[in-house]
């Protein structure tokens, strides 16, 4: 018997190539869309779950408060607070705190080596982690002052003459930049997984900042810059533990009197690093979970309308099979056995989408690893899926292919045989209705994708087109001198630099600051005006030189820049500050003008308001302007930022390279253009605004073919009515109109039914941004007049097909 059904299927199926290839290339295009996606997906889910202990895994966060208001929401927070939490907390099994080492300069014999994240992590890291060492001891290989491990392809960069042999390397020696105490390997670990949320290349023993910090890093309660991880016993309600954090921070803190801010402190699981994380100074590789989601949820209603297309282009073809149906009745057959012909019908046909979307994937994954960013393959993410999700998504198709297939199943081993071979098989009006809100459903979520890829793409060009209040376009940052020594001679040396970059035909200007637009500031506690004790302010703190200003374009409000007289060897010694228009305000001063010789001072220092410039944008749109103060500061670790003003950039930077080495001999030349460095900000943000205008269009395209069975289906049942209606001298535009009305309607409906659900899933995602526009009446009549053009050509297509035929050859057929 399955034979037989075997047969009559594949029989079907190539009888009628037009509507299976229709078939097969709607859930084709809908199963490649959700397996690229599931890969992107489970990729972005995948997260740290290679830690044996992730499910007890949590890091300590941390709130700041100042007079009652919010001044920092991070992931950094004091020395003592892992130590503390565990000699606190029979509930904590063990802990690990690290705090970064950013930029490496590895220094061995004669040569250099720059680039690479580092960390100063304690002797429970790998206690903690489950990275795998490939040489050295686990537990101890972090014990020791000035001792190190190294990533492998670290390892094989510093010593490339013992190749693989990592166990050779142990024992190795190597200067950090210019450190006169040298660190020994005491381990080797395997390359960091990409889908870790710390990255490094090198870990250094915590044990060495402890040394260095005379114990500072180990009994602070007012450094702020460590990181903590804390591994929770088996059976341990985060949430209940973390209830027991208030008193544990009055206890320590007592209020503001030791930090001189309220704190408050935070678990967050670390499977939650990633998608979740919406820190400040956080050293985490974090992406955004609403967009993850967002995306599986695209791929959803793709799946969805491929699957509702099958269902109208089988139920459309029911004039076809009904005579079929009919005669098989006349001879016996049974409607169970009608019923699991047509659903093996249907699992053919699945069967035969599902190697086309193994195809379509295979041609698109390389392309779709590009816009993601991340080195993916299907087969890769099958082996590291574990087997419950595959057997659930399996699952999940195989149900939805069943359940597609079994309602046109019913409809068509309905018919009655006498009905049928009388020639008076006609619809029922349930089944209409069922066809028209399927199509309903397929264009409410196409219009609904439409205005959100509308809107993510305005958002995208407003971050684009604002004005940040500075400019950072032709903008070459030159990486600071990692062999640089300070002394009395470093701010001249350093002033000569810049002079001779100015000689250079196409330099517009240099600069020196410690840190770069895009990057997350310092921040200064506890500043007020002199002449006011009442309220201490918090603000983000800018060493830069007396051409940050001119050469970033940042314009003044009121006063003066700064002069090169404000610069002082000695910090202690500096006397001039700048503030932006939004510090001035936050002291309580209106004008700008006002602000200028007042006094500014954080109790240990005082210095002179010499100007107010006007605020821009030091990181992206997501973040809202903070108070700024901008210091007279030069650096050994400031980078040059150069404005340049020609279209030969490599003749500019070759210029720019002799120099740099001229004043700097021994350092190795670094460059990078700061826009694209800036706009890494919205990496995720671009990514995603690719990923959802490709997937909405191949869901309209879904759409359209679901479209072209229900009005094909609709012009055969009216074959009849088409040629009386010219018989009686109705125009081929009037037939088109009427056979389309039904339609357009549909679709309209579907259209202002996207309304709703676009405007509030924007709204969510417009929330990530503290500027961002407002959502007009144009993003969504637009993408509504889209889905009705795009509509009524497929359906007039279809109908005009229908309209042109000669009435005598239709009545005859009737």
């Not at 890969?39 to 740290?48: A, C, G, I, K, P």
């Not at 297939?405 to 069922?434: C, D, I």
């Not at 600069?511 to 201490?536: I, M, V, W, Y």
């Amino acid at each position: 018997m399955l034979r037989n059904y075997l047969t009559i299927a594949l029989r079907n199926v190539l009888k009628n190539k037009v509507f299976s290839g229709i078939n097969i290339l709607g859930l084709g295009i809908g199963l490649a869309a959700c397996l690229l996606i599931f890969q992107f997906v489970r990729y972005e889910l995948s997260y740290d779950t290679f830690h044996a202990k992730i499910d007890r895994t949590y890091r300590v966060t941390n709130d700041r408060f100042q007079q009652g208001k919010l001044i920092q929401h991070g992931t950094i927070t004091y020395p003592t607070i892992g130590p503390a939490m565990a000699r606190d907390f029979p509930e904590i099994e063990e802990y690990t705190r690290l705090m970064p080492g950013f930029g490496l300069n590895i220094r061995i014999d004669d040569q250099h080596f720059r680039g690479g994240d580092s960390h100063f992590a304690d002797e429970h890291f790998f206690s903690v982690f489950s990275f795998s060492m490939l040489a050295g001891d686990r537990v101890s290989a972090l014990k020791e002052p000035f001792s190190a491990v190294l990533t492998e392809h670290a390892a094989r960069r510093y010593f490339p003459a013992l190749r693989t042999d990592y166990t050779a390397m142990i024992g190795k020696t190597f200067y950090w930049g210019l450190d006169k105490v040298p660190y020994t390997v005491t381990g080797v670990c395997q390359d960091v997984p990409a889908n870790s949320h710390i990255q490094f290349d090198v870990l250094m023993s915590y044990a060495t900042l402890i040394q260095v910090t005379k114990s500072d890093a180990d009994n602070s309660w007012t450094w702020s810059d460590m990181r903590h991880y804390l591994v929770l016993k088996p059976g341990v309600d985060y949430k209940q533990l973390e209830a027991k954090f208030d008193a544990f921070s009055d206890r320590y803190f007592q209020g503001d009197k030791v930090s001189g801010s309220v704190e408050k402190f935070y678990l967050q699981p670390l499977r939650d690093a990633h998608l979740y994380s919406h820190y400040e100074y956080d050293i985490a590789k974090v992406a955004s979970g609403k967009a993850v989601w967002a995306m599986l949820i695209v791929a959803l209603f793709i799946l969805l309308i491929a699957w509702i297309n099958y269902i109208n282009l089988t139920t459309s073809r029911a004039l076809d099979r009904a005579k079929e149906v009919g005669l098989r009745k006349v001879m016996g057959a049974l409607k169970s056995q009608l019923i699991k012909q047509f659903i093996l019908e249907s699992l053919i046909i699945t069967s035969l989408s599902f190697g086309a979307a193994l195809v379509l994937v295979q041609l698109l994954q390389a392309s779709f690893n590009t816009i993601t960013g991340n080195d993916l393959s299907l087969w890769q993410v099958i082996q590291t899926t574990d087997a419950q999700t595959l057997i659930g998504v399996a699952a999940f198709l195989l149900v939805g292919a069943l359940v597609s297939g079994f309602y046109p199943a019913l409809v068509l081993s309905s018919y009655q045989p006498v009905t049928v071979l009388k020639g008076k098989f006609q619809r029922s009006g349930r089944g209409n209705f069922l066809r028209k809100a399927l199509v309903i459903v397929q264009f409410t979520s196409s219009a609904a994708l439409i205005t959100g890829t509308i809107i993510v793409s305005k958002q995208l060009n407003y971050i684009n087109d604002m004005d940040l209040g500075m400019v950072i376009d032709n903008t070459v940052v030159v990486s600071a001198p990692e062999l640089a020594t300070w002394d009395s001679s470093f701010v001249q040396r350093v002033e000569d630099y810049k002079h001779a970059l100015l000689q250079v035909d196409g330099v517009e200007s240099a600069a020196t600051s410690g840190n770069l637009p895009g990057d997350r500031l310092a921040r200064g506690f506890d500043l007020h005006l002199k002449e006011q004790t009442s309220a201490k302010y918090t603000m983000s703190y800018l060493g830069a030189d007396h051409h940050f200003v001119t050469t970033y374009h940042v314009s003044l409000a009121a006063g003066r820049g700064f002069l090169p007289t404000d610069h002082q060897v000695n910090y202690d010694a500096i006397r001039s500050v700048m503030l932006n228009v939004k510090a001035v305000r936050l002291l309580g001063i209106d004008n700008p003008e006002d602000a200028v010789g007042k006094e500014l001072t954080d109790d240990e220092h005082t210095w002179t308001i010499v100007g107010v410039f006007n605020d821009f944008h030091q990181e992206s749109l997501k973040n809202p302007i903070e108070a700024m103060i901008l210091m007279p500061v030069y650096s050994t670790f400031a980078d040059t930022s150069i404005k340049i003003k020609t279209e030969d950039t490599k003749h500019v930077l070759a210029s720019i390279e002799g120099i740099y080495k001229k004043y700097f001999p021994g350092n190795s030349f670094e460059y990078f253009f700061l826009k694209d460095r800036y706009n890494r900000q919205y990496t995720d943000d671009m990514r995603f605004g690719q990923i959802i205008g490709i997937f909405t269009g191949l869901a309209i395209i879904v759409a359209c073919l679901g479209l072209i069975g229900l009005s094909s289906y609709t012009a055969m049942q009216r074959t009849k009515e088409i040629g009386i209606r010219k018989v009686l001298g109705a125009s081929v535009v009037h037939i088109v109109s009427l056979l389309s009305a039904d339609f357009v309607r549909l679709v309209l409906v579907a259209a202002v039914l996207s309304i709703p659900i676009a405007y509030f899933g924007m709204q969510n995602w417009l929330q990530g941004y503290a500027y961002r526009v407002t959502p007009g009446w144009v993003q969504f009549v637009v993408p509504l007049l889209l889905v009705l053009l795009i509509a009524a050509v497929t359906i007039s297509f279809q109908v005009l097909k229908a309209a042109m035929k000669n009435p005598v050859d239709t009545l005859k057929h009737e």
